[in-house]
């Protein structure tokens, strides 16, 4: 069955890195658009980034552009998200998630990975 | 950016009701490329409608997408206890892809 499973969360500081894993299993991986979409507690869903099933072609929203950076590796079915420059107002559960088109549906979803921004 | 609004913000309804949610965006909108998804309490949101009115693979038919242009909604015929969620519209045929503020749907 198709599997999303995030990883690499965790507490951090303002100012500082963290890297973002999702590990997918039960489909072709290389087929399928990726995205990452965020949570901040209690709050609503945004949409952080998405990447191309060849890895070629990225988009970000604005809240993250310049700081974030998507990336895959389809040889180990894997998806990125590196976070650098990290603020309080970052912190949210991060979810991954695919489309098969660059514009279409998010079909499968993640369980999340939290992120905590704090000093 | 396409400013998705939902209302009502918070519904609350009784088993066997049927609830309708609304979805206004800024601007008009290829009903190919709006969405709803449903969220549980402490669970990833579900696909359950896509392309304005398909149903996504197992959701029951209580649940129909319709709309076009800038409103579109969302209608839960004969409420169901395991309805209780937030729910989201969602446009993904432009970037940013954006998700409206969520309808909190409580069962009396």
């Known amino acids: 069955q198709v599997q999303l499973v995030e990883s690499g969360g965790g507490v951090v500081r303002p100012g500082r890195s963290l890297r973002l894993s999702c590990a997918v299993s039960?489909?072709?991986?290389?087929?399928?658009?990726m995205h990452w979409v965020r949570q901040a507690p209690g709050k609503g869903l945004e949409w952080v980034a998405a990447i191309s099933n060849d890895g070629s072609n990225q988009d970000y929203a604005d809240s993250v552009k310049g700081r974030f950076t998507i990336s895959r590796d389809n040889s180990k079915n894997s998806l990125y998200l590196l976070m650098n420059s990290l603020r309080p107002e970052d912190t949210a559960l991060y979810y991954c998630?695919?489309?098969?088109?660059?514009?279409?549906?998010?079909?499968?979803w993640g369980q999340g990975s939290l992120v905590t921004v704090s000093s | 950016e396409i400013v998705l609004t939902q209302s009502p913000g918070t519904l609350s309804l009784s088993p066997g009701e049927r609830a309708t949610l609304s979805c206004r965006a800024s601007q008009s909108i290829d009903s190919n490329y709006l969405g709803w998804y449903q969220q549980k309490p402490g669970q990833a949101p579900r696909l359950l409608i896509y392309e304005g009115s398909s149903r996504a693979a197992g959701i029951p038919d209580r649940f129909s997408g319709s709309g076009a242009g800038t409103d579109f909604s969302l209608t839960i015929s004969r409420l169901e206890p395991e309805d209780c969620a937030v729910y989201y519209c969602q446009q993904y045929g432009s970037s940013p892809r954006t998700f409206g503020q969520g309808t909190k749907l409580e069962i009396k």
């Open positions: 998630a695919r489309s098969y088109f660059w514009f279409s549906d998010f079909d499968y």
């Open positions: 039960g489909f072709a991986f290389s087929d399928y658009v």
